[in-house]
């Protein structure tokens, strides 16, 4: 059962400029976190968010969230070649439920 | 450092013969968790276990078994019965709650022909 869904699938962007990525979901949740993963390797946990949160900040890292929408976004500021990976949401509506992903691609 | 280890990173295995992923943690986290990744997909729930002794099926279980003799391991089964089992499997471990993330290993590859 898919809870989260990403959108673009993929990206492609230059260096220096900022990438966007976003997640839809069906049900009510507790938490979304956003994960990334290198390719061939696990994913590493980015950032949480909570129902009652609308947005939350880590470095470059800006995420936001609408319950109302069931929705929420990544954005990537001044990214480098070192982000492209996957990104993946994940919501929590009693377990985590991966999304599909975004591929980013930063070229330099 | 504390971690996750997956062994090993790539399992080749002929079609009919079972096979065990091993999965090992040294968090100290009481729950631990199985996913399937297919290409270009997101990652599936196989199994997941909150307490040494316990795991529960996940979305995609058939085809898989688990144990959780010691908080550090959760070996994942894959048997003859599971059709497709060709794909990267990942394991994950987290301490209970809600708000918790997972931490993953770097996950087995496995081919069968």
């Known amino acids: 059962s898919q809870q989260g869904e990403e959108d673009p699938q993929a990206l492609s962007i230059q260096e220096g400029e900022n990438a966007t990525m976003n997640c839809s979901y069906k049900?009510?949740?507790?938490?979304l976190q956003w994960y990334r993963q290198n390719s061939g390797r696990g994913l590493v946990h980015l950032i949480l968010?909570?129902?009652?949160?609308r947005e939350k900040h880590s470095g470059r890292l800006r995420v936001t969230l609408d319950t109302s929408k069931k929705s929420s976004s990544l954005l990537i500021t001044a990214s480098r070649a070192a982000d492209t990976a996957s990104y993946f949401c994940?919501?929590?509506?009693?377990?985590?439920?991966f999304g599909q992903g975004t591929e980013l691609s930063v070229k330099p | 450092d504390g971690g996750i280890t997956q062994s090993p990173k790539y399992l080749f295995r002929k079609e009919g013969q079972n096979v065990t992923l091993s999965c090992e943690q040294n968090?100290?986290?009481?729950?631990m968790y199985w996913y399937r990744q297919d290409p270009g997909q997101g990652l599936r729930l196989i199994y997941y276990?909150?307490?040494?002794?316990?795991?529960q099926k996940g979305d995609i279980a058939e085809g898989y078994s688990v144990s959780r003799e010691k908080k550090e391991s959760f070996p994942l089964t894959v048997t003859s019965a599971q059709k497709n089992p060709t794909a990267f499997y990942l394991c994950a471990s987290s301490i209970q709650g809600a708000d918790s993330p997972l931490h993953f290993g770097n996950g087995t590859r496995l081919t069968v022909t």
């Open positions: 994940a919501t929590d509506g009693g377990k985590l439920i």
């Open positions: 276990s909150q307490i040494v002794n316990d795991f």
């Open positions: 968090l100290n986290h009481d729950a």
């Open positions: 968010i909570r129902s009652n949160e």
């Open positions: 049900t009510s949740i507790n938490n």
